[in-house]
């Protein structure tokens, strides 16, 4: 269904002042799996890690540097006007995570939630006014909310909102950005209910974003985790979740369990922040307790260690 081959997205920027260093920033740097229809894969790591911009370049909103996505065995890349309309974006839909800045203030949730409909082709006024009550009862919404502005919505209606127009064009993929972080801890359950719901009652595909491995638990089946646009670890939710592999899985469950949410997240001291001046060899041997010398020529290709369960880490048996 989606597949994602040696997918590199290279930004550069300039530091400072009028003759600032060129910065090469691998936000995305040789990314490649697959996921198949109905599964729900969630894609894990610290803030910069290349989350987004992951998959942005899977619907095409971000052309990458190098690599392919296929979608149905379509290349994405290529696909253009009303070619991307029917290959893509009629498959492909996203669900951004703050809806008060991803849905326009200015038009009603009728109109907002037709959008991508229209952009599809035309449809008579009665049968948006059908489709649009249709999206919303499975959305959990009254249908008499269609003549409203976002402003008037609290956040998990206006989350809803985004979810109903998303499924408009009756996507086989959902690709979700952290959907349901910008919500309170009680609207955030029910939306993800509503997720897990719709998933599969439509037989939908997710790529589900998220900082939160308890979110993650509770819609994926399976878990990339990502550092500094690598994939560092991949396998089955729970399996990663409780008996992490990769040194640097390990120090994200470490720092995201906190048992007195009084406490300050805990950060282990010999762990620092991601070196995104480490180009060559692992990008986490810097922050890394078990790294040696063979580390620094280490591509951080994946190794398979069991099963469905796969490492970018030459020294996971002595981690683990
Ligand atoms: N348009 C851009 N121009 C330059 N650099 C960018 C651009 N978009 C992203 N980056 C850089 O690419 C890296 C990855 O960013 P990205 O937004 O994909 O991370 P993320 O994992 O989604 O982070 P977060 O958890 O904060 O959303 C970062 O270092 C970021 O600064
Ligand atoms: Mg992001």
Sequence with gaps: MVEVRNLKKHFVLRGRGLWGKKILVKAVDDV??????????????????????LIRCINGLIKPT????????????????????EKVARKVQMVFQDPTTSLNPRLKVFDIVVEPVLAQGKMSKS???????????????????????PGELSGGQCQRVAIARALSVNPKILLLDEPTSSLDVSVQ????????????????????VSHDLGVVRNVSEM??????GKIVEVGPVERVIDEPIHPYTKLLIDSMFVPDPNL??????????????????????????????ECEFYDMNLIKVSENRFVSCIRWKEVS
């Design 32 to 53: 490649s799996f697959s996921v198949s229809e109905g599964q729900s894969v969630a894609i894990v790591g610290e803030s910069g890690s290349g989350k987004s911009t």
């Design 66 to 85: 190098s690599g392919e996505v296929y979608l149905d065995g379509q290349r994405v890349a290529r696909l253009k006007g009303k070619e991307y309309r």
């Design 127 to 149: 049968q948006l006014k059908d489709l649009v009550n249709d999206l919303l009862e499975k959305v959990g919404l009254d249908p008499e909310l269609s003549s409203r502005y």
């Design 189 to 208: 359950a029910q939306v993800l209910q509503l997720l897990n719901e719709l998933r599969h009652k439509f037989n939908l595909t997710y790529i589900f």
């Design 223 to 228: 878990i990339l985790v990502m550092y500094l």
């Design 264 to 293: 300050e997240m805990r950060k282990p001291s010999t762990f620092g922040e991601p070196s995104t001046a480490v180009n060559e060899g692992c990008k986490f041997r810097s922050r890394c307790p078990f790294s040696i010398k």
